[in-house]
């Protein structure tokens, strides 16, 4: 048997802060601990913290909401609130100490040296001002005149690949869509060609299509101009493409840290392995299996202090974890030193990669009969500025019992407004039908009676935007409980205090209004809230997006759960399609109003597909858990879609996916609208390529 390695002294990662590395590197951490004071106590929110960025690398920062990841960026940028401090340890940016600068040299860095892109574009961009003024002051604030500044605006928005920049320029940002808003912050970003590229979150909002653009752009700068990169995300899949090392932080501690292959193909430290397992990866699905989960969560800020952070939630814990704090551990890898604060990282990283757990399967005939939901012929047009704007274009679909209907498409497909004319927040065109139980619905949600309002709710993408900042998480979901009157006293506070454990919200944070909690747990009350009343239909529109892959395996399995238990339906909208596929019984795929394909999710996700929904399934980005290959449904090439999303208002003649389609067969796709050819099974795919044809050439790509 090979010895066990030494642990690292606690000197062992001020090794690199001499000058022999830190001149080479664009960010140098050492020792890092952060505090925030509340109530008057000061909380550690990082701990001891250690790692490097060098030159022209990508490192990932993975782990829980609440892990520190985004105190981590704020620091290193001398952003932290006023509550928070660096308490010890030191940040090095191009060889320069942060927390040794005046205000005017940290000014300088910040319009020099580093830039950072957010989660949302939208707030990083003044609503009153042109993208041409917002771009050209990134150039200034590097020393360009005015002029110099709106050519290299030009020049910058091309490379970030906007096709027509000029018309863009006198654009404000709420006429661009998300993933052009995301472009234009990236380009922001690099416009001082910075040593250093903070992103946290930034492809969280995106679709498939336009996620794998800005990740194609990222990669494609970032060797052009040398930039060190820092992207902080919750995507394991993500980090997995982009990043050579990858540092996993958990209550404030980076307890793993090595090459990304190695410690996603054989990580070293329980918490990885946790993370990992809640992935749901290919091959799985809500009828077969449940998604793993980690038990238990975070510990607060500060409250642990001996011991290991991660031993209640650890299935290797003695009481050796809980007496003695792991020092870092080093390792030989695969391709190159392995880190991790384990006692006994060898026996973790032979811990089973999932858990088989039978779920109870459904049937097909459990969810046949009469559809509880069904749209035949929907449409939806707004009138903006005196155009006609299609956004929903005669979709017919139905949902059952018990089942779920996956939406996808891109940003501006028509996804969202469907749900909302399914909901009655916007009425539909004349002669579009929308029943419930063959009982016709009214268009609007004002004339539904309180039984049609009950069995139709929806959990937002965006919890901010459906939740009363000013009161607490408490009163929110009890109020959504006042609907079902035979809850009284001890019976409500059960049903609350179940609906919380449901959406891991821990009962610590009942009386906390929405504006005290993260973005996470914003999203588990919207969520709480819309179960409390005992729906029928749930429409869940991007509902795990801001969730981290711990927590969004629970939500998941709570959505299974629910379904079995009561026979809820749901339509189910979301970017990440092995999301969808997991939950899904049906898909609908969107393009620009338009239905183009819909059938089982097995046959549409098997194949054949409609081009169009081959090219978002070749978008996403895979982690191979077993050998961090980058696979796409066995693809090893993306297929990338020319020019944008057509718009609404003057949709494309003929076939609507015809100026982008890489299949196109030529005049019959520009002038005839292809009617639906079946595959099989309930599978239609809108087309005018014959199915037999579009299988061949799908097995040869």
Do not use: W
Not at 256 to 282: I, K, M, N, W
């Amino acid at each position: 048997m090979n010895a066990s390695p030494a642990p690292l002294p606690r000197t062992a990662f001020a090794a690199f802060d001499v000058s022999k590395s830190e001149q080479s590197d664009a960010l140098t951490i050492v020792g890092l601990t952060v505090t925030y004071r509340t109530r008057g106590r000061e909380r550690e929110v990082l701990q001891d913290v250690s790692f490097r960025i060098r030159r022209g690398e990508s490192y990932g920062l993975v782990g829980e909401s609440g892990c520190g990841k985004s105190t981590v960026a704020m620091a290193t940028l001398r952003y932290l609130p006023r509550n928070g401090r660096v308490k010890a340890g030191r940040i090095s940016i191009a060889g320069n100490e942060v927390h040794s600068l005046d205000a005017a040299a940290l000014r300088d860095m910040r319009a020099n040296a580093i830039s950072m892109v957010y989660q949302d574009p939208s707030r990083a961009l003044n609503p009153s001002l042109t993208i041409a003024r917002q771009v050209a002051e990134a150039f200034e604030a590097s020393g360009a005149t005015y002029q110099d500044a709106l050519k290299h605006t030009a020049d910058m928005l091309r490379k970030v690949r906007i096709a027509e920049p000029e018309r863009v320029m006198d654009s404000y940002p709420h006429q661009l869509s998300g993933g052009m808003q995301q472009r234009v912050v990236i380009a922001m970003a690099l416009a001082s060609k910075p040593a250093l590229l903070i992103l946290d979150e930034p492809t969280t909002g995106l679709d498939a299509t336009v996620e794998a653009e800005v990740l194609d752009l990222v990669a494609q700068l970032r060797e052009e101009f040398d930039t060190a990169v820092l992207f902080i995300s919750h995507n394991l899949a993500v980090i997995g493409r982009m990043c050579e090392r990858v540092g996993v932080l958990y209550a404030g501690k980076l307890v793993e840290e090595g090459a990304t292959q190695d410690v996603f193909a054989r990580p070293r430290h329980p918490y990885t392995v946790g993370l990992l397992r809640c992935l749901p990866t290919s091959g799985r699905s809500k009828d077969t299996d449940r998604l793993d989960t980690i038990a238990g969560s975070l510990p607060q800020p500060g409250s642990i202090t001996q011991g290991c952070i991660y031993a209640e939630r650890c299935r290797l814990a003695d009481e050796r974890c809980r007496r003695e704090a792991p020092p870092p551990y080093r390792m030989s890898a695969a391709h190159g030193d392995q880190m991790s604060r384990c006692h006994y990282h060898e026996r973790a990283a032979e811990l089973p990669r999932a858990t088989p757990v039978e779920a109870p399967a459904r049937s097909r005939e459990a969810r046949a009969g009469s559809p509880v939901l069904r749209a035949e012929n929907v449409s939806k047009t707004f009138h903006v500025a005196g155009a006609a704007l299609r956004a929903v274009d005669d979709v017919s679909l139905e949902l059952s019992k018990g089942e779920t209907l996956g939406l996808v498409g891109e940003s501006g497909s028509g996804k969202t407004t469907l749900a909302k004319l399914l909901l009655g927040l916007v009425s539909p065109d004349a002669g579009s039908v929308i029943e419930l139980d063959g009982t016709p619905l009214p268009p609007r949600v004002t004339r539904r009676n309180d039984d049609q309002v009950k069995s139709l709710q929806i959990v937002f993408q965006n919890p901010d935007s459906a939740l009363n900042r000013a009161h607490s998480v408490k009163r929110l979901i009890g109020r959504a409980l006042s609907r079902l009157s035979a809850l009284r006293g001890e019976a409500r506070e059960a049903r609350l205090a179940s609906l919380a454990q449901a959406v891991r919200l821990p009962d610590r944070y009942l009386g906390s209004r929405t504006r005290q909690l993260s973005g996470g747990l914003k999203q588990r009350v919207a969520i709480a809230r819309a179960f409390a009343g005992d729906p029928r239909i749930v429409v869940c529109d991007e509902p795990t997006s801001a969730l981290d892959v711990s927590v969004q395996a629970a939500i998941l399995n709570l959505l299974a759960d629910l379904q079995r238990d009561r026979g809820v339906s749901y339509v189910f909208i979301s970017h990440d399609l092995h999301v969808v596929r997991y939950l899904s019984d049906r898909i609908a795929v969107l393009y620009v109003g338009r239905l183009l394909e819909i059938g089982p999710a097995s046959a549409v996700f098997g194949g054949p597909h409609h081009p169009y929904t081959e090219a978002l399934l070749s978008s996403v980005p895979t982690l191979d858990v077993h050998g961090n290959e980058q696979a796409v449904n066995g693809k090893t090439q993306r297929i990338r879609l020319s020019g944008e999303l057509p718009s609404p208002a003057s949709p494309p003649s003929g076939c609507v996916f015809h100026t982008r389609c890489p299949r196109k067969l030529g005049a019959v796709c520009e002038q005839q609208d292809p009617p639906f050819a079946d595959a099989g099974d309930g599978h239609r795919i809108r087309c005018h390529i014959p199915v037999d044809e579009l299988r061949a050439l799908q097995r040869r790509a």
